[in-house]
């Protein structure tokens, strides 16, 4: 396929917004076994399609999917800790990075701004762009700043700008602070100027925010997503969408602008190198 064969890729963005889970870190499967680990930790058998449904979800909705599927309400809160402490072991002994990831986002770097909007908490994210010697290629990391699950009104309303952190490590307009599980860093801007904390996918809040953050208008951005909750996210947001990796349907490759297999496929990198201004000298 040529770089001009599919609309998308004759267009040139003005910042660039990456998921992490599944986008740029092979981390689903260290999210299944945590969740396996987690379900047998409290002798419960995952529900049949679990994985599937639960692929892209924020790590405390995941909890309480669990404990609702297994109808045990009441361990929502300690499944989402086994399931966060299962997770941030199996990263901490294997990170692994996506096919064509590192290739892709070297390619882009210095050219325009680079952002990560992910549903982890920002220990998670830090700890695996570090580990891969990412973290640095990126500006801004833009994470929910609130418990998923309690916010008013409905996705569709996009929301303001919150938990994030500059290509310093530092929390976008306050001081550096812990990240703790479940929230992204305190003191954000949203906090700030009353806009809001920023929500989890599918709500459009850290598309919104990593947008904003980039200096850019969202339609003028493109999201790279691997999860059907995430490009909902960025397509809410107003982002142009690349969809990257295998699908259960292949019917849903149509919620993304494109769709394709891995980051290191021959016509991203064609793109990069014709739509894409190469960094100033």
Known sequence: MSATAHPLLDWSPEAVVFDCDGTLMDSERHWQDARNRAFREFGLRPPRGFADRAKGVHYLDCGRMMAQETNKPDLAPDLAEALLRHFLALVAEEPLTMPGAVEFVRALSGRLPLAVASNCPLVVVEESLGRAGLRG?????????????????????????????????????????????????????????????VRPKPWPDVYATAARLCGVRPEAALAVEDSLTGVESARRAGLRVLGVGPLADENDAGRADLWVTALNAEQLLTWVRDRVPPPAP
């Open 137 to 197: 290629h990126f500006e801004h990391v833009v994470v929910p700043s609130e418990v998923p699950g309690e916010a008013a009104g409905s996705p569709d309303e996009a929301g303001g700008p919150g938990a994030a952190e500059g290509a310093d490590g530092r929390p976008e307009g306050a001081d550096a602070a812990d990240g703790a599980p479940g929230g992204g860093a305190g003191g954000s801007p949203g906090e700030e100027d009353g806009a809001g904390p």
